[in-house]
């Protein structure tokens, strides 16, 4: 594996696999690697020749008194994850090498951008579109690999890559979760054993809603219930929408177009977000 720090040196490493006519898949990160992120990477090897990891943690997309300056970072950690799980570039720049002192031009994405978690982060999804965007030219990969816990990450990269004719394919790999449920996430360091046991009511309240829509229930307001009896532990519930799964718009009830539930709650001080996808049966 080639750890690389600048976008020239990727350049000319990357030339080479291209001009061989390999494959390029892409893992965008932000570190303190999980088994959500490994998937991503193994996703990646099976489908391409070479796998690309970046880590960066971007500063455009956290709010002024959001947790940048303590996001768990543990780099030496990431990289034997990384080679161990057959990366073959892991692209690592910094703040400068991404956003130069004279850098001014955003990402600005429309109307996917605006509920849910758009709607308590105000300027996340143009920062996080922003490096995306940005990441995609440096690498130039043939297929990225985002994880579905961000469903709504997904949603809006996925539009800005047809809408900027991005010649990128994107894939979403199902969220990795603990063995009792919790959504693999780097924030869930933070939380102590107590907010730990507290934060399982998340996975539960939406395992629960897809148990009943798998019974046959399609009633948006009725499932939205069933999840949120579950979601009482948590210290602050700032969402729990049943949505479109294409235009992230509130779902009509009954279903009858694949719908997404999405949560996101503080345990403690900790922001944590899941979903599950409620896909109606083929006929
Ligand atoms: O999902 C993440 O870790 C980040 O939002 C991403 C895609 C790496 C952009 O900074």
Redesign the pocket.
Known sequence: MQTITTVAELRRTLAKARSADKRVGFA???GYLHDGHLALVAASRAQCDVTVV?I?V?PT?FGPNEDLSTYPRDFLRDEKLCRDAGVAILFAPDAQEVYPTQFETFVDPGELAKPLCGAFRPGHFRG?AT??CKLFNMVQPDVVF??QK?FQ?CAVVRRMTNDLNLPIEIVTVPTVREPDGLAMSSRNRYLSEEERRRALAISRGLFAAADEFRSGERNVEKLVAIASRHLKTVDRLQYLELVDGDTLKTADSPLRRPAVLCVAAYVGSTRLIDNVILALPTP
């Open positions: 965008p990160t932000m970046s960066f971007n997309q996080v490096v995306v985002f994880g961000d990450q």
